[in-house]
C-alpha cells in the first residue's frame, strides 16, 4: 500500500511538472468579468488577447484565468448584447485585472455586429442564449418563459400544449437535470404546466447541455440545465413593476455596501383569486379557485481578498381548488404542489491559476391532492350522511454539499475536480382513503414510510489543447448510491475531441456515459398523465444511457452567427413503464414495484441544424431536428419495439426580434412539430361483466395530429410623463392564426342496437374518437415600469 502511494505521488509530481516543462512560464492575468452598470458577474464571456488569439471563458462567478507571454498584449472581451472591451498592455508579471462591460443600449441600435471572437471551448452539445434574447420571445399571455424559449432550440421540445416538460434529445422530463444556484427543482410547472416556475425578473444566465457533458454533472440521462439567479445591483437601488394578464412581478435590488454586498428580492403572483372572490364568497354555488406564487431572494459579499459569500432562496407554490354542489350532494377538490430551495455559495481565488468554489443545498418538493365526497340520504324518517375522503401526496427533500477547483496550468489547459454528497428523503406517492356513516366507519390508509437514500460521487476533466488545431475534454465521473440494503455504483466517462478545419470550421466528437437513480412513472392512454417520481430501489435498478455524437460547427464573427449540425445516437438500459392498463390511483394498494414494467431498453437518433445570430438589429435562431425515438419491454407487445411518447420526427422552430426603432421592437416565433404517439383502442366490446370494455392493439399506435403555431409581440419604451421613468407597453397574440391544436385525444361512446325488428334487439357500442384542444388566438398586453 505504501508503494503505492509513493508512485501516485511521483505520477503526481512528474504530472505536474510536465505541464510547466511543456508549456512554459508564462505569467496569468486574472480576475472578474462583471456588469459596469449593476457590477453584477457576467458568465461565458470570451476574454483573450487577439495578438496569439489565446484565451477563456468567465465561469459562473465571471472568473477568468490566462496564462499569456510575450512583450504585448491586445487584451479583448466580448459578449452579446454587450460592448467589446478592447485594451493594449503590456503585462511582464502575474497580474490581477477585473473587467467591466458596458451593456448595448437602444442608442446603439445601428449596431449590426461588433466583430467579436468567439473563444471555441471543445466540447459540444451546449446552448447558451443570453437572457435578453429568451425574453424576447413572444410568450402565452405575454408571460415571459425562459424554458419554454430553450425549448425551441434544436434537439428540444415540449411534451403537450402547456406543458413545462422538457424533451431533450428523446429522452422523458425526469431524465433533465435542472439545477437553480446549485439545487435540483424537481417540478418546473406553474398553472398546470402553462408557465414555468423561473421567473425571468430573477435570472441572470442559464447554460443547457444535451451531450459532451461536463464531469461534474451527473444523475440524469439526456440534459443539464444549470440557471444561475441574479446577485442584485451594487451600484444602485432599482425597482421594476410588472403588470400581466395572468400575473404581476416585482423585482427589488440594491446594495447593502456600495461596490461590497448587494441584494436581490423578486416575487411573483397570480390574481385569479380577486376575480372568482365573488363565487368565492357565496357558499351554496359551485367554486373555483388557483392561485400561484414564487419567490426568489439572494444576498452577496465579496471580502477584500475578492473570495465571495452567496445566499440563495427560492419558494414557490400552486393551490387548486374546486366545489361542485347537487342536491343532497357536495364535492371538494384540492391541489398543492410546489418548490423551496436555499444554498450558501463561498468562493475564493486561492492562487491566480486556482479558483475554488464550494455549495451547502436544500431542496423540497410536496405534490398533495386531496378530494371529499358528502352525500346525505333518507331513509325512512332518519337522513343518513356519507362522507368519503381521498388524500394522495408523495415529496422529495436532497441535503447537496459540493466542492470543486478549478485550476489552470497554463493557457492550453483547464481542469476541474471535485466532489459531491447528496442525502435524499424520498416521501413516495401515497394514498389514503377514509369512509365514514352513521352506522359505520372505515379506513384504508396506505402511507409507506420515507426511503433515505445517499449518493455519492468524485468527477474530474481536463480540457488541453495541443495545439491551434487539435484539442480535447477529457472526463471521469464515479458515484455511489445506497438505498435499502442495496448500492449502486457507476463509473461514467465523457471524452470529446475538437479538430479544426479550414475557414474556421471545427469538427468535434464525443462520447458519454449517465446514470440516473430517479424514476417517473408516466400513465399511457387517453387523457391528462398522471406523474410519480420514485427512487431506483432493490427491485428496480437505475437507468443508464450511453450517448456518440458527431457534428461540425463555424462561428461567423462578420454576422454574428453561429451554425452546427450534430448527428446523435443514444443507446438507453434499465428504463421503467406502466404496464398496459394498469394506473397507480386505481391500484393503490399494490407497491409501484409490482405494477410496473422493467428492464426497458431505448434507442434514438438523431440530426440537429441550429442557427443562431446574437445580436444586431434582427437577431434570433433557426432550429431543425429530425429524430427517431423507440423503446422494448419484453412485457408490453410481446418484447416489440415501439416508438415512445417523446418521439417527434420533425421539429422546426423559427424565432426572431427586430428592432424598429430605439423605442419599437418586433419580435415573432414560428413553430412546428410532428405529433407524438399515443395509444388508442382500436374496438369496444362488451365484457364478462356486461359493462363495454376497450380492445387494444399495441402500445403507441397512433399519432397525435402535427403541431403548429404562430406567435407575435411588440413592444414600446418610453418615458413616463410624470418623473420620467422607464417603463414598457408588450402587447401580442399566441397563435395568430387560430390553429387548434390537439392536447390530448379521448374516446366518445355510446350504446346502440342492430335496428332489425326480425330478430332479437343486440345492444352494442358504437364510438368516435375525439381531440380536446385548449388555445385559439389569444391576444395579450402587459405593463412595467422601473423605479
Do not use: C, W
Given at each position: 500500500m505504501l508503494i503505492s502511494m509513493k508512485k501516485s505521488t511521483s505520477f503526481l509530481i512528474f504530472f505536474v511538472l510536465l505541464h510547466f516543462v511543456v508549456w512554459g512560464q508564462n505569467f496569468v492575468i486574472s480576475g472578474f468579468v462583471r456588469d459596469a452598470e449593476t457590477q453584477e458577474a457576467i458568465v461565458g464571456v470570451s476574454v483573450y488577447d487577439s495578438l496569439?488569439?489565446?484565451?477563456?471563458?468567465?465561469?459562473?462567478?465571471?472568473f477568468y484565468s490566462l496564462n499569456l507571454g510575450g512583450k504585448e498584449q491586445v487584451l479583448k472581451a466580448d459578449y452579446a448584447s454587450y460592448k467589446g472591451y478592447r485594451n493594449m498592455f503590456s503585462f511582464q508579471k502575474n497580474e490581477i485585472l477585473n473587467i467591466d462591460l458596458q451593456i448595448v443600449t437602444t442608442s446603439d441600435i445601428e449596431i449590426k455586429s461588433n466583430g467579436e471572437t468567439q473563444i471555441q471551448k471543445t466540447q459540444m452539445g451546449g446552448v447558451t442564449i443570453p437572457i435578453s434574447q429568451l425574453q424576447a420571445v413572444p410568450s402565452f399571455l405575454g408571460e415571459k418563459d425562459l424554458l419554454k424559449a430553450l425549448a425551441l432550440t434544436a434537439g428540444i421540445s415540449m411534451g403537450m400544449e402547456g406543458t413545462t416538460g422538457l424533451w431533450v434529445r428523446g429522452g422523458s422530463p425526469d431524465q433533465n437535470l435542472i439545477l437553480l444556484d446549485g439545487n435540483t427543482v424537481y417540478n418546473v410547472s406553474h398553472l398546470f404546466g402553462f408557465l414555468s416556475v423561473f421567473n425571468p425578473d430573477a435570472i441572470k444566465n442559464i447554460d443547457l447541455y444535451k451531450g459532451s457533458f461536463p464531469a461534474r454533472y451527473g444523475g440524469r440521462l439526456?440534459?443539464?440545465?444549470?440557471?444561475?439567479?441574479?446577485?442584485?445591483?451594487?451600484?444602485?437601488?432599482?425597482?421594476?413593476?410588472?403588470?400581466?394578464?395572468?400575473?404581476?412581478?416585482?423585482?427589488?435590488?440594491?446594495?447593502i455596501k456600495k461596490g461590497i454586498s448587494s441584494y436581490m428580492f423578486s416575487a411573483r403572483s397570480s390574481y385569479f383569486s380577486l376575480f372568482l372572490l365573488p363565487f368565492m364568497l357565496n357558499k351554496n354555488a359551485n367554486q373555483f379557485n388557483y392561485w400561484l406564487y414564487d419567490v426568489n431572494a439572494k444576498v452577496n459579499h465579496t471580502f477584500k481578498d475578492n473570495s465571495q459569500l452567496l445566499l440563495s432562496i427560492y419558494m414557490g407554490n400552486d393551490f387548486w381548488y374546486a366545489k361542485n354542489i347537487a342536491k343532497n350532494t357536495y364535492e371538494k377538490y384540492g391541489l398543492q404542489w410546489g418548490n423551496q430551495t436555499a444554498a450558501i455559495r463561498y468562493n475564493k481565488i486561492i492562487h491566480q491559476r486556482t479558483f475554488w468554489k464550494s455549495i451547502i443545498g436544500y431542496t423540497n418538493y410536496h405534490y398533495k391532492t386531496e378530494s371529499q365526497t358528502h352525500t346525505e340520504e333518507k331513509d325512512g324518517l332518519k337522513t343518513i350522511s356519507l362522507t368519503e375522503k381521498t388524500q394522495i401526496y408523495s415529496g422529495i427533500q436532497d441535503i447537496t454539499l459540493k466542492s470543486m477547483i478549478e485550476y489552470v496550468p497554463s493557457s492550453r489547459q483547464e481542469i476541474q475536480a471535485g466532489t459531491e454528497a447528496i442525502f435524499h428523503i424520498y416521501k413516495p406517492s401515497a394514498f389514503q382513503l377514509q369512509s365514514s356513516a352513521e352506522i359505520d366507519s372505515v379506513a384504508i390508509p396506505a402511507s409507506p414510510k420515507p426511503l433515505y437514500a445517499q449518493e455519492y460521487a468524485?468527477?474530474?476533466?481536463?480540457?488541453?489543447?495541443?495545439?491551434?488545431?487539435?484539442?480535447?475534454?477529457?472526463?471521469?465521473?464515479?458515484?455511489?448510491?445506497?438505498?435499502?440494503?442495496?448500492?449502486?455504483?457507476?463509473?461514467e466517462p465523457r471524452a470529446t475531441l475538437s479538430l479544426k478545419l479550414p475557414a474556421e470550421w471545427y469538427l468535434k466528437a464525443s462520447f458519454s456515459r449517465m446514470k440516473q437513480y430517479l424514476h417517473l412513472l408516466s400513465n399511457n392512454g387517453i387523457g391528462l398523465p398522471n406523474d410519480i417520481w420514485v427512487p431506483c430501489t432493490n427491485k428496480v435498478p437505475p437507468q443508464r444511457a450511453t450517448q456518440f455524437s458527431i457534428g461540425i460547427s463555424k462561428y461567423f464573427a462578420k454576422q454574428a452567427i453561429e451554425f452546427s449540425i450534430e448527428a446523435y445516437q443514444k443507446n438507453l438500459t434499465d428504463l421503467i413503464d406502466y404496464q398496459s392498463g394498469s394506473n397507480f390511483l386505481e391500484q393503490f394498494n399494490l407497491s409501484w414495484q409490482d405494477i410496473v414494467a422493467k428492464q426497458g431498453v431505448g434507442k434514438v437518433s438523431g440530426i440537429e441544424v441550429f442557427a443562431h445570430k446574437k445580436q444586431g438589429r434582427w437577431n434570433g435562431w433557426i432550429a431543425y431536428t429530425l429524430a427517431w425515438n423507440q423503446r422494448k419491454f419484453s412485457s408490453i407487445d410481446s418484447g416489440a419495439w415501439y416508438f415512445a411518447k417523446y418521439d417527434r420526427r420533425n421539429s422546426l422552430n423559427i424565432t426572431g426580434s427586430y428592432a424598429i426603432s430605439p423605442t419599437w421592437t418586433f419580435s415573432t416565433t414560428w413553430m412546428y412539430a410532428s405529433g407524438s404517439p399515443t395509444t388508442l383502442p382500436i374496438a369496444i366490446q362488451t365484457g364478462l361483466t356486461g359493462n363495454p370494455e376497450y380492445v387494444y392493439a399495441g402500445r403507441n399506435n397512433v399519432r397525435l395530429p402535427a403541431y403548429h403555431r404562430l406567435d407575435i409581440g411588440f413592444e414600446k419604451k418610453f418615458q413616463t410623463r410624470q418623473k420620467n421613468r422607464p417603463a414598457i407597453w408588450s402587447f401580442g397574440a399566441y397563435n395568430v392564426y387560430n390553429h387548434l391544436n390537439t392536447f390530448f385525444l379521448y374516446i366518445q361512446k355510446w350504446a346502440t342496437d342492430n335496428g332489425d325488428l326480425s330478430q332479437p334487439i343486440l345492444t352494442g357500442y358504437a364510438s368516435q374518437i375525439k381531440k380536446q384542444v385548449l388555445f385559439p388566438i389569444l391576444p395579450y398586453i402587459s405593463y412595467s415600469i422601473k423605479f
Open positions: 496569439t488569439q489565446v484565451g477563456t471563458i468567465s465561469n459562473e462567478y465571471g439526456s440534459s443539464i440545465v444549470d440557471i444561475t439567479m441574479k446577485e442584485g445591483n451594487k451600484q444602485k437601488r432599482n425597482v421594476d413593476l410588472s403588470i400581466g394578464m395572468v400575473s404581476s412581478r416585482l423585482l427589488y435590488e440594491g446594495p468524485l468527477f474530474v476533466q481536463d480540457e488541453i489543447h495541443f495545439s491551434t488545431y487539435f484539442s480535447a475534454n477529457i472526463g471521469l465521473r464515479g458515484s455511489a448510491f445506497h438505498i435499502q440494503d442495496t448500492t449502486y455504483t457507476s463509473l
